[in-house]
């Protein structure tokens, strides 16, 4: 067992994005390449149906996967491809954006909770046909520990459990976990894979063990990692994750990295300004969706 030391933490700073929504943003462009082959992460929770309903209208996306993870309140989605639905309390939409595809997100409820992670494509699938994944929140399976810890596995495998999402390159890890105040996991991640964590509740100690937390909250004045914070894992097989003292909830996200060269300018992300430049040129004459010649 090598356990994987915090290599660097992050606050998610305000944004407003889309057609006027209020959202914390734990990655963006300042953390390439650290991160691959995560682009983005970013919280839009609210109380507030001025901040986020007006959402995300019609937009491309090409090169990228896009995860939506909704908590509390639902996202309304459509597509270019013919797709519509809602996710609501527990669902995930997993979308691969592949060559080309217009989708709009428009959030709704009088109180939301939700979470969008972006995943690069290596370069082989950057142009594959856009796919549509819609997983509702029963389909998810849970693990649940004998210490009151409990693991949702939207992608990848823990403890001989598999997640529904399957056949992604990266080989993703996408967990939602729930740690109760005096427990303690000790959570398996392939090496192979980049690992980051973000705060969802409570305050978090990452670590060898108990003895170590002590020692990291003696330092911090007994402050762990709360809310909003995005924790960026070195090198190992296995993190250590503990409340602080209050119950702890946080997901844990890992993909093997790409290692390729990124062009990013909005909602697109190929290998080469010039492809960048075609993908753009191809929204604005009408050509985007069409699929390559044979």
Do not use: C
């Amino acid at each position: 067992m090598a356990l994987r030391p915090v290599q660097n933490v992050i606050q998610g700073q305000p944004t407003i994005e889309g057609a006027g929504v209020h959202l914390l943003r734990g990655l963006g462009h300042g953390q390439l390449p650290q991160f691959d082959p995560f682009l983005l992460f970013d919280d839009f929770s609210g109380d507030d149906p001025t901040r986020f309903s007006a959402g995300f209208p019609w937009h491309p996306h090409r090169g990228i996967e896009t995860i939506t993870y909704v908590l509390q309140g639902e996202v309304a989605h459509g597509d270019s491809l013919g797709h519509q639905g809602v996710i609501g309390p527990g669902d995930v939409q997993w979308m691969t954006a592949g060559r080309g595809i217009v989708h709009q997100e428009m959030p709704r409820g009088p109180r939301l909770q939700g979470f969008q992670l972006w995943a690069n494509l290596p370069r082989r699938q950057k142009m594959t046909a856009p796919q549509y994944r819609e997983i509702q929140s029963g389909q998810i399976p849970v693990v649940k520990m004998a210490n009151g810890v409990s693991l949702h596995v939207i992608s990848g495998n823990v403890y001989d459990v598999t997640g529904p999402v399957q056949g992604i390159a990266i080989d993703p890890l996408y967990l939602d976990i729930a740690v109760p105040a005096g427990s303690w996991l000790e959570l398996p991640v392939d090496a192979a894979l980049n690992a980051f964590a973000y705060v969802i509740e409570g305050q978090a100690l990452f670590g060898p063990g108990p003895e170590y937390h002590e020692l990291v909250a003696g330092i911090h004045h007994g402050a762990g990692i709360g809310p909003g914070h995005i924790v960026h894992f070195g090198a190992g097989n296995t993190l250590s994750i503990s409340p602080q003292s209050e119950d702890l909830r946080l997901l844990v996200v890992a993909g093997k990295p790409l290692h390729e060269p990124v062009a990013w300018r909005g909602p697109i992300v190929m290998n080469t300004e010039e492809e960048l430049h075609s993908a753009f040129e191809a929204y604005e004459n009408g050509t985007f969706l069409r699929p390559p010649r044979a």
